[in-house]
Structures are given as C-alpha cells and as structure tokens.
C-alpha cells in the first residue's frame, strides 16, 4: 500500500501584508450599490441620523445584510468586514450596529420593506437588460408561465427568554415565522416574526405575508403576469383562498394551489373513484414516476365556501419505507396527499398541475438556506430587533439570489449559499498598488478565479439607475 505524503511543515508568523480574506464579499457588497439598495437604505434610515455625523444607518445596515449573506450569524460578525477596510471601506462597530437596529420600529420596517422592493425592481430590470430576464419556475419538465410564490412556517428554537418566544407544536420554544419565496430565483418576498405558539393555519397572517410579497413584485410584473400562490394545507383556510382569488379585481392575475386535510368525506370519495381515472403522475423532469398514480376528485368533495372553479386533485403513492401513514393510507396501502387549485382545465392536465404543486417542496429548501443567511438565530431580546434582523437576513437571502441570477453561470448559477461561501465568497486575496489603482488580486491556483472575475466584469458592465 503506497503511503499518503505528510503536509508540508509551516512556520506559522502574524506579520503579513497586503492580504485579506472574504474578498468575494466585496462582490454582495458592489451589487448593494449596483441594484441601489445601499442608496434606498441610507433614505429609509436617514431620519436615524438626526446630527449628520458618524456612520450612516443605510451602510450599516447594507454591512449587516452583506456580512449575512457572507454566513455570518451574529452582530459580532461584523468584525470580518471591519477588520479588512481596504476592502469594504469603514465599517460600524457593534455597538454602533445594535443601535441601528435597536432603533427600528414598524414604520421604519416598511421604508426598508419598500426599499427592497425597489431595489429590486432595479436588479430585475437589470437582469432584462443583461440576461434574459427572471427566469421560470420549472415542473415536469417544463416551464411554469409567470411567477411561483411559496408560503411556508418553519419553528426557530431560541435557548434563552426573548420576547414574544413561547413553546412550539412540536415541544420546543422560540418563534414560528411565516415566510414567502419566489420560486423562480429563490429571492425571499417576505416574512413575518411571530410567537412560536402561533398558529401554522392563520389566514390573516398568511394574507398578510402575501401582500407583502406582491408589494415587493415589479409593477411590470405584478400587474398582467400569472402569480401563483403555493402552500401546504394550512393555507387551505377559505379566507386566504378568497382574498387571493379577489386580488384579480385589483388586476393582480392570481392563482392558488395548496394542500387540502384528507378528511373522512375525501377518504369516502377517494374510495369511489373507479380505476380508470386513475392516470401515472410524473416527474419534475417530465418522465414517470413510479407507482405513483393521480385523480381528479372535482364533483366528489363539498367544496361549498371555497372561490368557484376550485379543483380537487388527489395522488396515490406506494409509501417509501419510514413513510408516516393514516390509517386510511395503512388500509389502502397507498399514501395520498389532496391539494386544491383554481387553475382552470385548459391550462394543465391534472398530472401537470400535481407535479406543479409537489414543487411546493422547494421551499424547504430555500428556509434551510435562509436559516444559514440570517433567521436560523436572532440576537436580541427585544422583539422588534429581531423583526428587523428578520427583515435583513431577507435582503441578504436577494443578494444571493442576484448574484446568481445577475453575475453567475453554469452551476454557480444555481449553487446554494454554502457553495457559494465556500468557492467565491471566502477567497482570500492580496491587496497591491499601482497606477493609482486599487486592485485585488485573488490566487491564481484557486480553482474557481475566472468564474469570480468574471462575475466583478459582469458587475461593473451592468446598467446602473439613474440617480
């Protein structure tokens, strides 16, 4: 057996020059400035700086937003950014950020909420301009038109007393915040803090979050583009159903899909169905899936309440092993799983519209990755403080997704935060000077140099809004 070479051995010294780390974070912090959302901040927190002096509040919390993005999980982070002011300039100490943010109350909230939005009608503007536009959403092996908004809860475990954290569902204690991402980039739309005992089925909280998505839509496209809304059965609630369905009197083109409670009149009308409607369901990438069969149940389930042309769709599934199953599922020896939607007959078969809704899915996902971009754990005791760490880690959530949308290729394109972190964002660089120019000079054995160049080009070549 040939051995395995020992590492070389190091001397190991704290006298270095001209080197930084981190320096693919520059890359967030350009695009901040490229999309206007350092400029929209430091106008949403101007009245936070009655004196003019210090820090500016929209840099601060434009640092707070990078250094999430960059994986930072505490206010303290910000020290990674500060330490290097070659590289992003002066930087707030902490406490200089705690006050910031310590300072925010709702209204303060919503000009940031609304200089997101704008921010971001700016970066998908961009993205027309440069590129070929917000991508679609794909399911079952093509695209989905319009824009998919995905609705979902997920619990924070807080391991101290902060305020409004209360016990969960599920036995532990924290907060329980409702979320809403855009399916076709991955941009998080929305959010809002809640108690951890709040309920997962409240319809004024899922209304809510889904006006505040729609705000942060582009006029262009909120207005004459199809939006659909997708959930897991608690936003099945006929209120929420009602409003997204009246949302098409304000010109909003609005559609539901969502999950529905298999109760005992669905198990009786499930029990009904003869076999022949039964038809294979499919694949994301449009194939077959294996035993795996869907029916339509319209016609069969009381849907009295519920906006008209509500459609009942059902799939049957041989469980996988460790499946959790009723006891319907367990006498039928098929797991099924029901969800409703208002997309009318012409525009799918019901094999398309289930494969579109089992989509829902990725937002999982995109909260696992939002739980490592700023949400997975908040700083302080104070509620508000935590609404609007809440409120940035979504804006560090955009970055990304701008990055990758606007700046990325190939499989960066679609890369999640870690290997985003991991291949361009934690670079380590030197710093020289020459020819009155400034330059950063990242390694020429790192493996992904050209693709992080490539993305400062793609950077300084994009259409900037007018002042």
Not at 385 to 398: F, G, H, P, R, T
Not at 433 to 455: F, K
Request: charge should be positive; proline fraction near 5%; hydrophobic fraction near 40%.
């Amino acid at each position: 057996m040939q051995g395995i070479g020992s590492r070389p051995k190091l001397h190991v010294s704290a006298d270095g020059a001209g080197v930084v780390g981190h320096a693919g974070a520059r890359l967030l912090a350009d695009l901040a400035d490229a999309t206007g959302l350092a400029s929209l901040y430091a106008t949403a927190l101007r009245p936070l700086r009655p004196r003019g002096t210090g820090h500016d509040p929209g840099r601060i919390a434009t640092d707070l937003a990078v250094m999430l993005a960059d994986g930072g999980e505490a206010i303290t982070d910000l020290a990674v950014l500060r330490d290097q002011r070659e590289v992003f300039g002066p930087v707030a100490s902490t406490p200089t950020a705690w006050r910031v943010l310590a300072a925010v109350d709702e209204r303060v909230l919503e000009r940031l909420r609304s200089a997101r939005a704008q921010a971001r009608e700016v970066a998908w503007l961009q993205a027309s301009e440069s590129r070929c536009g917000i991508p679609a959403a794909r399911a079952g092996g093509r695209e989905v038109p319009g824009l998919v908004l995905d609705i979902d809860a997920t619990l924070i475990t807080c391991h101290s007393e902060k305020d409004q954290a209360a016990p969960t569902y599920k036995g532990g204690f924290g907060f329980h915040p409702l979320l809403c991402f855009l399916a076709n980039t991955g941009e998080g739309m929305s959010g809002r803090l809640r108690p951890g005992n709040a309920g997962a089925n409240t319809a004024a909280d899922h209304i809510a979050v889904l006006d505040d998505a729609l705000a942060q839509i582009p006029d262009a496209h909120r207005h004459g583009t199809e939006i659909l809304v997708r959930t897991d059965s608690a936003g099945s609630a006929k209120s929420f159903l009602t409003h997204v369905r009246d949302l098409r009197t304000r010109g909003i083109c609005t559609f539901f899909s969502v999950g529905y409670a298999v109760t005992e009149p669905v198990r009786r009308a499930i029990r009904a169905l003869p076999e022949q409607v039964w038809h294979p369901a499919l694949d994301q990438d449009g194939t077959l899936r294996e035993s795996a069969e869907v029916a339509e149940l319209t016609g069969m389930a009381d849907l009295a309440g519920y906006p008209a042309g509500t459609r009942v769709i059902v799939r049957r599934e041989r469980p996988h092993p460790g499946a959790q199953l009723s006891l319907f599922d367990q006498d039928e020896g098929m797991r099924h799983q029901v969800f409703l939607t208002d997309t009318p007959v012409t525009a799918g078969s019901a094999q398309f519209l289930e494969v579109r809704h089992r989509g829902h899915a990725t937002v999982e996902d995109h909260i696992r990755c939002g739980k490592t971009t700023g949400f997975g754990r908040f700083p302080s005791r104070r509620f508000p403080v935590n609404a609007a760490w809440l409120e940035l880690s979504l804006a560090a959530i955009d970055l990304l997704a701008w990055t990758r949308v606007l700046l990325l290729d190939g499989e960066l394109a679609a890369a999640e935060p870690k290997k985003l972190r991991y291949r361009l964002l934690h670079v380590a660089a030197r710093i020289t000077r020459g020819g009155r120019r400034l330059r950063l000079r990242i390694s020429a054995t790192w493996p992904w140099r050209h693709e992080l160049a490539a993305a400062f080009h793609r950077l300084a070549a994009l259409p900037r809004p007018a002042s």
